[in-house]
């Protein structure tokens, strides 16, 4: 237990670092007064001479209620006015924790500003300007909540006009001028994968896995207390001038891990299963030019197969206005009924693609 000596300043002189314990100013000889703060300066020593420590323990000061003077705790009568001390009210005993120091720290001197002699208070505002002030506040606060939706309802307005831009169409007369395809191979291989589902939904040939869950452990972290640590959580107002530290013991954590069990299948009622599924890992692609379209050679090693084809057939066209078209064919059957050099009337969107075409 530490305890230290505060200290007050003076309401009257102005006088800044009395001793807590001493009743009147070392500046103007003013009472210090029951309204005085104490507080506790940050590089007040460690009392070590008995007779302060017990002056300290002996208790709150308290104020004479025939004179309001200060008295120790172990005065019997007031020293101002010799009145026994009777019921009169001892300081109040009052601990500050930290970080809220603050309130034991040092207080601002109470300054009352004074308005200059030729600086007449501003008048209240009139009626009709108050409502002015109410009806600007109300437009503004419109303003505020309209800003927003108006930027949305622009920005929407300009994500359909373009959308409408890219799909709207025009005629215009066109020209094949090439080719292009496009083919793809989905390239497999049957790889063991991790589902759940319901007990009753449990595809066939799967393995169950909350029966190996049985036994098995899992790591967990956990906080466990090792011990405690005596911390210093502030000072306490002793009410006669000495404040003295405050501590509490506070329990010290570490993180240990420990095994548990693991058991069931997981919340929800649903189990954990491995099944063989065949699943796309990679991608074959041939394209050209050309009009000898072809598939790609997958080059399938160990354990793949081949998995879903696609194909792209376009058929190239200029438009008379300068725009490079393409239409894309149904089946190879269509797309080889093209050849360069042939008109046709198409529609086309603002992009480039062809939606319809007719011989000319």
């Known amino acids: 237990m530490a305890i230290r000596e505060g200290a007050w300043d003076c309401d009257v002189c102005g006088r800044v670092g009395n001793r807590g314990p001493e009743k009147h100013c070392a500046g103007c000889g003013h009472p210090r007064g029951e309204e005085v703060k104490l507080y506790l300066p940050e590089d007040a020593p460690e009392l070590s001479e008995q007779a302060a420590l017990d002056r300290a323990l002996a208790g709150p000061d308290w104020s004479c209620e025939h004179c309001d003077g200060d008295n120790r705790a172990d005065y019997e009568h007031c020293t101002g006015c010799g009145a026994p001390r009777g019921e009169s009210a001892e300081r109040e005993v009052i601990e500050h924790r930290t970080p809220v120091a603050a309130s034991s720290a040092r207080p601002e001197p109470r300054r009352e500003v004074q308005p200059a002699a030729d600086t007449p208070p501003p008048a209240p505002p009139s009626k009709k300007r108050r409502k002015e002030l109410r009806e600007k506040h109300r437009r ?12 949305g309802l622009a920005l929407l307005a300009a994500l359909v006009a373009l959308i409408a831009w890219c799909g709207r169409t025009s005629e215009a007369t066109a020209t094949v001028t090439g080719f292009a395809w496009e083919r793809t191979i989905q390239v497999e291989k049957l790889l063991t994968v991790t589902e759940e589902a319901l007990p009753s939904q449990v595809p066939p040939g799967a393995r169950r896995l909350d029966a190996e869950r049985e036994g098995a ?12 640590e005596r911390v210093k959580v502030g000072v306490r107002d002793l009410g006669n001038g000495f404040f003295e530290d405050v501590y509490e013991d506070r329990p010290i954590y570490e993180l240990r891990q420990r095994q548990v069990p693991v058991r069931g299948p997981p919340a929800g009622g649903k189990v954990r299963y491995q ?4 699943q796309t890992v990679r991608e074959a692609k041939a394209s050209g030019g050309d009009r000898s379209p072809r598939w790609p050679d997958p080059a399938l090693a160990a354990g793949e197969r081949g998995g879903e084809r696609a194909e792209r057939l376009t058929v190239l066209l200029a438009a008379t206005d300068g725009r490079r078209l393409r239409y894309r064919a149904r089946d190879e059957a269509e797309w080889r009924r093209f050849a360069p050099g042939q008109e046709f ?7 480039g693609t062809v939606r319809s075409l007719s011989r000319r």
Do not use: H, N, Y
């Open 275 to 278: 099944i063989d599924r065949w």
């Open 140 to 151: 503004e606060k419109r303003k505020g909540c309209r800003r927003p939706l108006v930027i």
């Open 217 to 228: 452990t899992r790591t967990v972290t956990e906080r466990v207390q090792v011990g405690t």
């Open 345 to 351: 009337l198409v529609e086309a969107t603002a992009s």
